[in-house]
C-alpha cells in the first residue's frame, strides 16, 4: 500500500471536511463524524482529520497510478470547495 500526507493550513478545515464527506457520500462509501472523515474510492482511501486551523489528508491505494487519482480526486475537490480562499494545490508528499 502507498501512501501520501498533506496538511491543509485553513480555518475552515471543518467545513471543507463535512463538504468532501458529503459530496462524495452518494458515490461511494463515506464514514464521518467528530471532525474526522473517510472517504473509500474504487481508486484508493482518503482519511482526513479536521483542526481548529488544518485538515490533515491521509491517502492511500495500491499502486502509483491509484495513489495519483485518488490525489488528484480529493485535490480538486477541495480546492473548489474554497474557492473564496484561493487555496492552491496540495502539497502531498508520498
Given at each position: 500500500?502507498?501512501?501520501?500526507?498533506?496538511?491543509c493550513?485553513?480555518?475552515?478545515?471543518?467545513k471543507?471536511?463535512?463538504?468532501?464527506c458529503?459530496?462524495?457520500?452518494?458515490?461511494?462509501?463515506?464514514a464521518?463524524?467528530?471532525?474526522?472523515?473517510?472517504?473509500?474510492?474504487?481508486?484508493?482511501?482518503?482519511?482526513?482529520?479536521?483542526?481548529?486551523?488544518?485538515?490533515?489528508?491521509?491517502?492511500?491505494?495500491?499502486?502509483?497510478?491509484?495513489?495519483?487519482?485518488?490525489?488528484?480526486?480529493?485535490?480538486?475537490?477541495?480546492?473548489?470547495?474554497?474557492?473564496?480562499?484561493?487555496?492552491q494545490?496540495?502539497?502531498?508528499?508520498?
Amino acid at each position: 500500500m502507498l501512501t501520501a500526507i498533506t496538511r491543509c493550513e485553513t480555518p475552515n478545515a471543518g467545513k471543507y471536511l463535512q463538504q468532501l464527506c458529503k459530496h462524495f457520500a452518494h458515490k461511494v462509501e463515506v464514514a464521518y463524524g467528530d471532525g474526522h472523515g473517510q472517504c473509500r474510492f474504487s481508486c484508493g482511501t482518503a482519511t482526513m482529520h479536521a483542526g481548529l486551523e488544518r485538515l490533515d489528508i491521509v491517502v492511500e491505494a495500491a499502486d502509483a497510478t491509484a495513489l495519483t487519482e485518488t490525489k488528484q480526486v480529493i485535490e480538486s475537490h477541495l480546492v473548489r470547495f474554497a474557492f473564496r480562499e484561493n487555496l492552491q494545490p496540495l502539497a502531498l508528499r508520498d
